[in-house]
């Protein structure tokens, strides 16, 4: 049996199971609690979810100052993982503006996916990605 060591802080995982969660439950919330009176198209995000998706970009952005702080990437990578982030962000503001502040469904939904993926690239990078394997043929390997 493999023994339990975490690599990652409390803050660390606190983030990232935040990070996790807010869309996730943002999109429950929004199937479920449609009013008679709502005009809104079902397949369009509305402005609040605009801004959540900016502030989990704004999340991805200080988990990537912080992994740099705590030198656990190099500037390199944080420079590449950061236009990577800025480039999620400037593609949800375009998109919402030509929408009138809103986002439609499959368009979010590859934001937030792209927006994952950066997210995971920072946790491999870091050395705190899941890895996959039981290390019975040398190595255990990072999930992604």
């Not at 990537?64 to 990437?73: E, L, Y």
């Not at 962000?89 to 950066?118: F, T």
């Amino acid at each position: 049996m493999r023994s339990f060591t975490p690599k990652t802080s409390l803050r660390t995982a606190t983030l990232t199971a935040f990070l996790i969660a807010v869309p996730l439950a943002g999109a429950y919330a929004a199937g479920h609690h449609k009013g008679a009176l709502d005009a809104t198209d079902p397949t369009d995000m509305t402005g609040p979810r605009v801004e959540a998706l900016i502030a989990q970009v704004q999340g991805v952005r200080q988990g990537i100052v912080d992994a740099r702080q705590a030198n656990n990437i190099n500037p390199a990578v944080a420079e590449r993982l950061e236009m990577r982030t800025a480039h999620i962000g400037q593609a949800a503001e375009k998109v919402a503006a030509s929408y009138h502040g809103r986002i439609p469904a499959a368009q979010y939904h590859d934001l937030l996916r792209r927006l994952d993926n950066v997210d995971q690239r920072l946790m491999i990078d870091t050395g705190s990605g899941f890895l996959i394997g039981d290390g019975a043929d040398g190595g255990n390997y990072p999930n992604g």
